[in-house]
């Protein structure tokens, strides 16, 4: 029985740390109870598009984990799908080598036991950029050659809000041209879990074979332009993976502080603009 963490959102800063303390009760509960492993699913920094040294950080910050963990970026890290209407933003090439440098690559496959767990950078799908159709080979190959092993993906963006037919380009989940491909990757293959973040929710659905987790944040919560279904509390999930299915739990740890920023982005549109704040101590 594998014991694994899905931490998502922890948005940390040595220059704009709003959102550090959750993230140390995390890493307390860490090592009181250590599972065998972490999955980091994006956003480990505030604003890394405009503050590079917050990737050096994060990697410290995930370097206080007892257990190995891997990571994949999210928009606050590499920046957000282009164009990037609503932080602009866009992932570029560079913001992708910078989190490669500091953090983790930003695409890989972790086997353990009879599992296979696919990291990927949800933000390059359908982005245009060079590196895209690499992601995706890389994919349909890690899928293809897994032999028995059970398949999870970790994702930062969600495949879709509510509804996998949904039309249009929302930065809240997968565009669709890449979720219907997406979609039918999970079923070709199979695909047990797809495990994301990004929304700051916990929600749990099933679509065909495949089970969505919406892992919830350790650092805020958000009002949703338009009402997004889900858990609006911050936390962290814990699975168990054995041989053949898997269990799920929303954690909430009894020290966590639910920070509400919807105040702050009604007044300035999102916490990439909150002021500076050292940490503690
Ligand atoms: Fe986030
Ligand atoms: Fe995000």
Excluded at 16 to 24: C, E, G, R, T, V
Excluded at 158 to 168: I, K
Excluded at 253 to 278: C, Q, Y
Aim: glycine share 8%; charged share 25%.
């Amino acid at each position: 029985m594998l014991d694994i963490v899905q931490v998502s959102d922890i948005h940390l800063s040595p220059t704009h740390a709003w959102f550090q303390d959750n993230y140390d009760v995390f890493v307390d509960e860490m090592h009181a109870d250590p599972p065998d492993y972490i999955f980091v699913t994006g956003d480990v920094c505030v604003n890394g598009p405009d503050r590079d040294w917050e990737f050096a950080y994060a990697r410290q910050q995930l370097d206080r984990l007892p257990v190995p963990w891997r990571a994949i970026p999210g928009n606050h890290d590499a920046g957000d799908t282009p164009p990037d209407e609503r932080n602009n933003h866009p992932l570029t090439e560079p913001l992708r080598a910078t989190f490669r440098q500091h953090v983790d690559a930003d695409w890989w496959v972790q086997d353990l036991d009879n599992w296979r767990f696919i990291g990927l950078n949800a933000q390059l799908i359908d982005s245009g950029l060079p590196s895209e159709p690499e992601q995706w080979s890389f994919l349909e190959v890690a899928l293809a050659d897994a032999g028995e092993r059970r398949l999870a993906i970790w994702l930062h963006k969600p495949l879709f809000v509510r509804d996998p037919e949904a039309q249009g380009r929302m930065l809240t989940a997968l565009f669709p041209e890449g979720r219907a491909r997406m979609m039918e990757l999970c079923a070709r293959h199979g695909v047990a879990l797809v495990g994301s973040g990004h929304l700051h929710r916990f929600r749990r659905v099933t679509m065909g074979g495949t089970k969505l987790v919406w892992a919830p944040a350790t650092s805020f919560l958000m009002g949703a332009r338009k009402v997004v279904p889900g858990v609006a509390r911050l936390g962290y999930m814990r699975y168990r993976f054995g041989r053949s299915g898997f269990t799920t739990r929303f954690v909430e740890p009894p020290l966590f502080l639910n920070l509400d920023v919807r105040n702050w982005n009604k007044f300035k549109g999102s916490t990439i603009h909150l002021p500076e704040r050292r940490p503690r101590g």
